[in-house]
C-alpha cells in the first residue's frame, strides 16, 4: 500500500525555519516526481515546489522562491522542504504528492502538516 | 501568473448533472493536455479524479468525465449524489510551473 507520511510541521515566529518531512512507503520512490503543495486555512490548494527522479531538477512557485528548498533522498525513502525566512503568509497545511509520471498528475497525497508562523 | 479560474459554486439536485469549468491561459491549460481534477471533503486530503484531461483513474466513478476546448478544462458529475458534494480543484501542467484553480463547492441540493 502506498503511504505518504509527512512531519516536521508546527508553531515558528516570523523568520524562522522549519524543515517538512515526508516518508514515503509502498513504492519506489526513485521512480517517481514529487511535489510539495499546500493549503491555508478555509483557502484553496497552491503548488509549492517538485524535484524530479534523481533531485538533479527542481522548480518552485514564485512566492517561495529564494526561501524553501526542496530535496530528496531515495535511500531513505524520504522527501523534504526546508522552509526558511518564514512569513504570515506561508502558514497553511503542508501535503507531499507523489506525481504519477512526470505529467503533475497527483495520484497519492500523503494526510498534510500544519505549518503557522506566528509571532 | 496566477491561479486557474473556476466558478466559486455549483449546485445540482440528486441525479442531475453539473460541469464545472476551469479556465487558463495558451500557456498551461492551453498548451498541454494535462489538465487533473481533484475532489477535496472537508478535513480530507484531495482525491485524484480526472487525469490528462479526460481520463479516470482506476476506481473512480464512470459519473465523473473530463474534456477540454481551448484554454478551458471542464469536469462533469453526471447522476449528482450526496457523497459528491465537496470541493473541486482543477490543476494544470504548465512547464517549470503548476497551476491549480480556484476552487469550486459544489452543493447537492
Known amino acids: 500500500e502506498v503511504q505518504l507520511v509527512e512531519s516536521g510541521g508546527g508553531l515558528v515566529q516570523p523568520g524562522g525555519s522549519l524543515r517538512l518531512s515526508c516518508a514515503a512507503s509502498?513504492?519506489?520512490?526513485?521512480?517517481?516526481?514529487m511535489h510539495w503543495v499546500r493549503q491555508a486555512p478555509g483557502k484553496g490548494l497552491v503548488w509549492v515546489s517538485r524535484?524530479?527522479?534523481?533531485?538533479?531538477?527542481?522548480s518552485y512557485a514564485d512566492s517561495v522562491k529564494g526561501r524553501f528548498t526542496i530535496s530528496r533522498d531515495n535511500a531513505k525513502n524520504t522527501l523534504y522542504l526546508q522552509m526558511d525566512s518564514l512569513r504570515a503568509e506561508d502558514t497553511a497545511v503542508y501535503y507531499c504528492?507523489?506525481?504519477?509520471?512526470?505529467?503533475?498528475?497527483?495520484?497519492?497525497w500523503g494526510q498534510g502538516t500544519l505549518v503557522t508562523v506566528s509571532s | 501568473q496566477s491561479a486557474l479560474t473556476q466558478p466559486a459554486s455549483v449546485s445540482g439536485s440528486p441525479g442531475q448533472s453539473i460541469t464545472i469549468s476551469c479556465t487558463g491561459t495558451?500557456?498551461?491549460?492551453?498548451?498541454?493536455?494535462?489538465v487533473s481534477w481533484y475532489q477535496q471533503h472537508p478535513g480530507k486530503a484531495p482525491k485524484l479524479m480526472i487525469y490528462?484531461?479526460?481520463k479516470r483513474p482506476s476506481g473512480v466513478s464512470n459519473r465523473f468525465s473530463g474534456s477540454k476546448s481551448g484554454n478551458t478544462a471542464s469536469l462533469t458529475i453526471s447522476g449528482l449524489q450526496a457523497e459528491d458534494e465537496a470541493d473541486y480543484y482543477c490543476?494544470?501542467?504548465?512547464?517549470?510551473?503548476?497551476?491549480f484553480g480556484t476552487g469550486t463547492k459544489v452543493t447537492v441540493l
Open positions: 490543476c494544470s501542467y504548465a512547464g517549470r510551473s503548476t497551476f
Open positions: 490528462e484531461g479526460s
Open positions: 524535484i524530479n527522479s534523481d533531485g538533479r531538477s527542481t
Open positions: 495558451s500557456s498551461d491549460v492551453g498548451s498541454y493536455n494535462l
Open positions: 504528492t507523489r506525481d504519477v509520471g512526470s505529467t503533475t498528475t497527483f495520484d497519492y
Open positions: 509502498g513504492f519506489n520512490l526513485r521512480s517517481h516526481w
